[in-house]
């Protein structure tokens, strides 16, 4: 186990973790105990009643967390606990197990360090979660840049080649994605549902119900509209992000739900980074044939 600085092209640091040829972040926690919870996650125990919600990281975890929890509790209360209390790269399984029931552990780790043997005992109800690359490369850079423990204050121009070539935290975005084909493709051994962040964004009542089915919960239509109301891209800027976990993490200027759009990336890729990122990511990507993203909010 390494504590790291990754260097951005302009020099500028962001502190990680190397847990052994893989680099993930380093939370508030020394370095020694983030490798620990890595080592233990594989060996994670359920709950029958524990749903698993499987992201990369800035692909919506704490939107989906948020209404699967709201499902759980079939209420549409704002949910006062925060994901990463189950979030299995970020705590020790103890501390995930003081969590009430019912839970939604979540982890940003690819398939092939997740708990699977777990996940197909229990036959443990899985969403995945995915966001179309460049979006989801704007808010990792304003991710890290917001919150404390990176120690990060580079520009925007010297981050993206360094991400693009996978070299922080979590890899590649591609690989994961290819992980979770094979998955698919192999059929996981436990229920899994795939959802698309664009789709969730411009299509919530539809995709909430596909949800539903998946988990086989009934809701009323009533409760249904408030879940989508309340889990609102401005009721959680307003309401969530403000609990002391949070603000342990975040910089005071920074807000945790910053926009939230479909298409942002267009105000932050030049063309010459846009075909750059198209270039690579269609390299990386000619095997990924199950999983395609739509980029704008009028899906052209």
């Not at 040829?21 to 370095?31: A, H």
């Not at 549902?193 to 969730?200: P, T, V, W």
């Not at 119900?209 to 889990?231: A, G, H, S």
Request: charged share 30%; aromatic share 12%; proline share 5%.
């Amino acid at each position: 186990m390494t504590e790291i600085k990754v260097p951005d092209a302009g020099g500028a640091t962001m502190n990680m973790v190397d847990v052994g040829g893989f680099i993930q972040p380093i939370f508030l926690k020394p370095g020694t105990e983030i490798k620990d919870i890595f080592d233990n996650v594989p060996n994670y125990k359920f709950r029958d009643d524990d749903l698993m919600l499987c992201t990369f990281a800035k692909t919506g975890t704490n939107w989906l967390f948020e209404i699967l929890m709201m499902i759980l509790n079939k209420s549409a209360k704002r949910i006062k606990t925060n994901k990463v209390l189950t979030m299995l790269e970020c705590v020790t399984a103890a501390e995930a197990d003081q969590q009430p029931s019912p839970r939604v552990v979540n982890c940003h780790f690819p398939p092939r360090f997740l708990p699977l043997a777990g996940m197909k005992e229990k036959q443990i109800k899985t969403v995945l979660c995915l966001r179309n690359p460049k979006d989801t490369a704007v808010s990792y850079y304003n991710h890290m840049k917001g919150i404390k423990v990176y120690g990060y204050d580079g520009k925007w121009e010297d981050w993206l080649p360094v991400y693009v070539q996978g070299k922080m935290e979590y890899g590649r975005y591609s690989e994961y994605l290819l992980e979770w084909q094979r998955e698919v493709q192999n059929d996981p051994g436990f229920p899994l549902h795939i959802m698309f962040y664009e789709d969730l964004k411009m299509n919530g009542r539809d995709e909430l119900d596909k949800l539903l089915k998946f988990l086989d919960i009934q809701l009323d239509e009533q409760l249904k509209n408030d879940i989508i109301d309340m889990c609102g891209f401005k009721k959680m800027a307003e309401e969530k992000g403000k609990d002391k976990i949070s603000e342990a993490f975040i910089k005071p200027d920074f807000k945790f739900f910053r926009k939230g759009q479909v298409g942002d990336w267009k105000n932050w890729f030049t063309v010459a980074q846009n075909e750059m990122f198209d270039k690579c990511w269609k390299n990386e990507t000619k095997d990924l044939e199950l999983l395609k993203f739509k980029y704008t909010h009028d899906y052209v």
